[in-house]
């Protein structure tokens, strides 16, 4: 057994950048193992738990077959390899691999299945064994980052985040641009194109009260945080995002395109 | 098909999905409804009014302008607990299509199947 007991100083984790950082945090935390020498991961919930699964097979470069049992009851196995996932088998059904032709597709049908296997978990112990492959399988099932996009989740997201922060974060990551806004509507960041950002600071000045209005008007709770989509087509032009936070409103504009990766993250940050 | 059908089978499809209503922007009323329990008609008249403030208010011909066409054809509002759609129909700019789900509901999933029934109900003569 190789033992490693070096300690690093991370010194100001803060000036780190936050993947690199969260991932040592990670990296450093003790593996949990039951009387039989499995690994456990567990969570407060079913979607903590869910990104830990992801983050373990973000983490796997060399193929392996997992089986896993959930405090559910539920069994089901895993094969891993290069940070995907190649297969999902949930006991007493079929096995799930997806369309390797429709990536996006794959993902989304391998998610509904991880989350089917992980219904109301909130521990899961892990039986690794190395799975002898020398194909090359990137083009079998999903990655992790992209399991984690299609169940709206984010694996480097930093713990104690506040929803404020998830908006930011989540909106640098897929808006065109945008307008972070203070309570009063003065801007006091633009982020992603200027040219967009401009557009956004326009038509923020003839008409963020107005769809302020609509969106409290349209929630089941007023008062609340919460999130207003508008959009002219589901597959052309574009969407307009209007946020409230705790701290801060956003005013984002998101391609059409890109909208399917930003939907489950808003409901994840806004409907939880 | 029966609208009521349309709307029974919508909701039995998607998980999570607590309420569909079919009604009239222009006239904001609320024409068919399908519910576990069927909520007093004000609330329905309110969704209505929701769905015609975030799809026709005073904003809805700017903001559609600045996303690249000229009407708004659907608003999503998440907030705790609960998640609304407000789909208009592409055939019939009065036809209007509202959801409310929770969050164990896949929105994506939601506006894809909101968007078949509500084209499947405006085709019909």
């Given at each position: 057994m190789i033992r490693n007991n070096a300690t690093y100083a991370l010194g100001d984790t803060a000036s780190i950048c936050p993947r690199v950082a969260a991932r040592l945090v990670r990296l450093g935390a003790r593996v949990r193992l039951n009387g039989l020498g499995h690994r456990r991961l567990s969570a407060p919930d079913q979607r903590d738990l869910t990104a830990a699964l992801l983050r373990d097979i973000d983490e796997t470069i060399l193929p392996r077959y997992v089986r896993v049992v959930a405090n559910t009851g539920q069994r089901f196995a895993l094969d891993i390899a290069g940070r995907r996932l190649l297969r999902l088998v949930i006991a007493g059904s079929g096995g799930s691999v997806g369309d390797p032709g429709d990536p996006v597709e794959a993902a989304r049908g391998l998610a509904r299945n991880l989350e089917r296997a992980l219904l109301r978990a909130t521990e899961v112990t892990l039986q690794s064994h190395r799975?002898?492959?020398?194909?090359?399988?990137?083009?079998?099932?999903?990655?992790?980052?992209?399991?984690?996009?299609?169940?709206?989740?984010?694996?480097?997201?930093?713990?104690?985040?506040?929803?404020?922060?998830?908006?930011?974060?989540?909106?640098?990551?897929?808006?065109?641009?945008?307008?972070?806004?203070?309570?009063d509507g003065r801007i006091t960041e633009r982020l992603g194109e200027p040219g967009g950002a401009a557009r956004l600071e326009a038509l923020s000045q003839a008409h963020l009260r107005d769809i302020q209005s609509a969106m409290a008007r349209s929630m089941a709770t007023r008062d609340t945080p919460g999130c207003l989509?508008?959009?002219?087509?589901?597959?052309?032009?574009?969407?307009?995002?209007?946020?409230?936070?705790?701290?801060?409103?956003?005013?984002?504009?998101?391609?059409?395109h890109r909208i399917d990766m930003l939907l489950p993250v808003l409901q994840d940050i806004f409907a939880h | 098909m029966s609208i009521a059908d349309e709307l029974d089978m919508l909701r039995a499809t998607v998980p999570g999905c607590t309420l569909v209503a079919f009604g009239d922007l222009n006239a904001r009323i609320v024409l068919c409804a399908s519910a576990a329990q069927k909520p007093p008609q004000e609330d329905l008249d309110a969704l209505c009014l929701s769905a015609s403030g975030a799809l026709d208010g005073g904003f809805a011909g700017s903001v559609a302008a600045f996303l690249g066409g000229s009407r708004l054809t659907q608003a999503v509002t998440l907030g705790s607990g609960e998640i609304r759609l407000f789909l208009?129909?592409?055939?019939?700019?009065?036809?209007?299509?509202?959801?409310?789900?929770?969050?164990?509901?896949?929105?994506?999933?939601?506006?894809?199947?909101?968007?078949r029934t509500l084209h499947r109900i405006s085709e019909q003569p």
């Open positions: 799975m002898d492959s020398s194909q090359d399988r990137s083009d079998v099932g999903s990655s992790a980052t992209a399991l984690a996009a299609a169940l709206g989740l984010d694996l480097d997201a930093p713990a104690g985040e506040d929803l404020t922060d998830k908006a930011m974060r989540s909106l640098r990551r897929h808006a065109n641009a945008a307008l972070v806004l203070d309570a989509i508008l959009g002219i087509d589901a597959t052309t032009g574009s969407y307009l995002i209007h946020a409230s936070c705790d701290r801060a409103r956003f005013l984002a504009l998101v391609d059409a | 208009r129909s592409h055939l019939d700019s009065a036809d209007a299509l509202f959801c409310t789900f929770t969050d164990q509901t896949d929105i994506r999933d939601m506006l894809d199947a909101g968007r």
